[in-house]
């Protein structure tokens, strides 16, 4: 198995591209043996850092554990398309694709493999007769006559139907043709089954230290600008242009500070402030790092895919590895994600069997993460942030 290969082909939900929530899915079926290792998603309420289970599923057990849908669903299945999570089958990709010859459908249907993989299908269930097509918005086709034709709503509940994984086409091709990606930006599994000899080394791909798309525009010193206040980095300070000058900002017991300022002077700026008037730039580019910095919305995006590293780097590359995390939204966004994960461990163990704040027996943050213009307010607190962006942030 290759568990990123695996995390690559699942089914994601708008508008953040999530992991689908609440899935089981088969990968395989063992013969001889009524039993399916299956991947579990969980519900959207226990869904923090994106984490996927493995499991063994029987028909016959009576203990379907704390997973609302323990059953194995028709539509999102993976047994038969081990290509999209086994390294040893990824080959097959090219082939069960149909990129060759391939050319854009109409909203992204495979419909040049339809009935390719309703022969697997049927094939695989030791039966004939029609296969469903669940093309989305409530639509259904029929396969298995002269040509498709519209089914009721209901349809067949005991029919085949075929899986999602066969409906549409590869996102990677769909992204190749438009010369929209590169091999080099595919996983390496994909990138040689679908550009042969033309895939190398992923380049630009989201890591610790090199993520695309950083927030912030290149500040007066040829660094991102980290508070949008015409800011730069140089020698390890930060570099603000306050009141026609270049002042720095620097860290002092872990906490960023004008390096620049007596502390009579920032006392009497701070009073200034709470008075109403105009703030001081280098104070208020420290301000602007914990209320709402400008790489706050890319800090977001990499906690709500489970990339907690990620966002520890991009907040490190901001405000220095030994910076304590200011006061604000940044610290809260941590400390949320902390919530989150500790929320889906308890889900895992099975200690919550209902969404928090619904069931009366636990209320832990909010309830689920839906991209940073779609949150739902933040409930009481039961964890209290920690100082520092590293230890019990990690």
Not at 107 to 122: D, K, P, Q, S, V
Not at 171 to 180: I, K, R, T
Not at 336 to 361: D, T, W, Y
Request: with cysteine.
């Amino acid at each position: 198995m290759a568990p990123e290969l695996l995390r690559w082909h699942l089914p994601r939900v708008a508008p953040d591209g999530l992991l689908r929530p609440g899935l089981t899915m088969t990968l395989a079926r063992y013969p001889g043996a009524a039993i399916h290792l299956v991947a579990r998603t969980a519900p959207g309420w226990a869904a923090g850092g994106q984490r996927i289970s493995l499991a063994l599923w029987e028909p016959r057990s009576r203990d379907p554990g704390p997973h609302p849908r323990a059953r194995p669903d028709r539509r999102f299945r993976l047994d038969l398309h081990p290509h999209l999570w086994a390294a040893d089958q990824a080959a097959e990709l090219r082939e069960r694709c149909g990129s060759d010859g391939w050319r854009p459908a109409p909203e992204g249907y495979a419909t040049h493999r339809w009935e390719a993989e309703a022969a697997i299908l049927r094939a695989a269930e030791r039966r004939d007769g029609p296969v469903t097509v669940r093309p989305g918005g409530g639509r259904r086709l029929v396969l298995g006559e002269d040509r498709p034709r519209r089914a009721d709503r209901g349809g067949d509940p005991a029919g085949m139907v075929l899986p999602w994984a066969a409906t549409w086409v590869l996102p990677d091709l769909e992204l190749l043709h438009a010369g929209l990606i590169t091999p080099d930006r595919l996983h390496p599994l994909v990138a040689a089954a679908l550009a042969p000899g033309r895939s190398g080394a992923p380049s630009g791909a989201p890591g610790r230290s090199g993520a695309p798309g950083r927030s912030g525009a290149p500040g007066r010193f040829g660094a991102p600008d980290p508070a949008g206040v015409g800011a730069g980095v140089r020698d390890g300070e930060r570099l603000v242009e306050c009141r026609g000058e270049v002042h720095r900002l620097g860290l002092v017991d872990g906490a960023l500070r004008p390096l620049d300022h007596g502390e009579e002077e920032l006392r009497r700026e701070e009073i200034l402030r709470r008075l109403g008037g105009p703030q001081l730039p280098c104070l208020a580019a420290i301000t602007g790092q914990g209320r709402r910095p400008a790489f706050l919305d890319e800090v977001r995006n990499r906690l709500d895919h489970g990339d907690h590293d990620g966002a520890l780097a991009v907040a490190e590359e901001h405000l220095g590895p030994e910076a304590r995390l200011p006061e604000g939204e940044l610290r809260d966004e941590f400390a949320a994600a902390v919530e989150e994960r500790v929320r889906h461990g308890m889900f895992r163990a099975g200690l919550l069997s209902g969404e928090p704040g619904l069931s009366g027996k636990v209320e832990l943050g909010r309830l689920g993460r839906r991209g940073r213009d779609h949150r739902t307010p933040r409930r009481a607190r039961h964890f209290q942030p920690a100082e520092s962006i590293k230890g019990d942030h990690s």
